[in-house]
């Protein structure tokens, strides 16, 4: 089978490098897109040796950015045959405090995002698979959301919901998908040493993972990985949960408490 052509969005971001790191050791061609061009140029010259890597930055919450990522896929490869959305933007602000503009700003960041992100993959999809005359299972999408898509925390209402919407995006489109053999699913992180852990205490986070543990960059990435491989071809419309075991307990997102 050739190497798969696959996008890596949010690639300027800890679980994205990790994503962009799997994918191309598994013998992938990757399109790199994220915000920081530094960032992308470095990940891109330490991919290198190891196999076919572009970057492009991008704001991919505006719909002519994503379409410039899907472009530079199309150019470079031909074809793209999967994309791993791993953008998140962590939202906060007191629940009556909350700004309209503070609320759009974290929906565009989040649901936006993976709206135009997985509706221009699906879409470059099917006309692959109209060309070909025929379904194929490698066709997949691999979204990032959190623990919070399905729990919430009183002072990221605003994250809460965009986490819920890219939850049921992924449920839909895979339904919506469906026919055309492509599988729509997500990893959802609860505390991972990323960009968006800065803010919280440590210890305070690893003490309600039943681990005991905060979660790696990689263990995100070998999730995404699958959902994305062949040995997934049976799964759609689902969410895997890389949390340590944090939804197995009762006030999940209670780790977010800030350091003092």
Do not use: W
Request: glycine share 6%.
């Amino acid at each position: 089978m050739p190497a798969r052509s696959v996008i890596i969005a949010g690639a300027a971001t800890a679980i994205g490098a990790a994503c962009a790191r799997k994918f191309i050791e598994a013998g992938d061609r990757i399109v790199l897109a994220g915000d920081d061009e530094e960032m992308l140029r470095a990940l891109a010259e330490e991919l290198l040796p190891k196999g076919e890597a572009v970057f492009v930055t991008a704001d991919i919450s505006k719909a002519l950015d994503v379409h410039n990522v899907m472009a530079e896929a199309l150019e470079t490869y031909g074809r793209v045959d999967a994309l791993a959305n791993m953008t998140m933007d962590v939202g906060s602000a007191d629940f009556l405090e909350l700004t309209e503009e503070q609320f759009n700003a974290t929906q565009q960041a989040n649901v936006k995002s993976a709206f135009l992100l997985t509706q221009a993959a699906c879409r470059q999809f099917v006309k692959q698979i109209e060309q070909s005359q025929e379904a194929t299972a490698a066709a997949a999408i691999v979204n990032l959301l959190s623990v919070e898509a399905v729990t919430a925390a009183a002072d990221r209402v605003d994250f809460a919901i965009a986490q819920g919407g890219i939850h049921q995006l992924t449920k839909a489109a895979a339904l919506a998908m469906s026919p055309y053999g492509v599988r729509v699913n997500a990893v959802g992180i609860g505390a991972i040493k990323a960009d968006y852990m800065k803010e919280f205490d440590p210890k305070s986070a690893r003490s309600t993972v039943p681990l005991n543990r905060i979660g790696d960059p990689e263990d995100v990435a070998d999730a995404a990985f699958f959902l994305a491989s062949s040995a997934a071809s049976y799964i759609t419309g689902q969410t895997l949960f890389v949390d340590g075991g944090r939804l197995v307990k009762s006030g999940a997102a209670d780790y977010v408490e800030k350091k003092s």
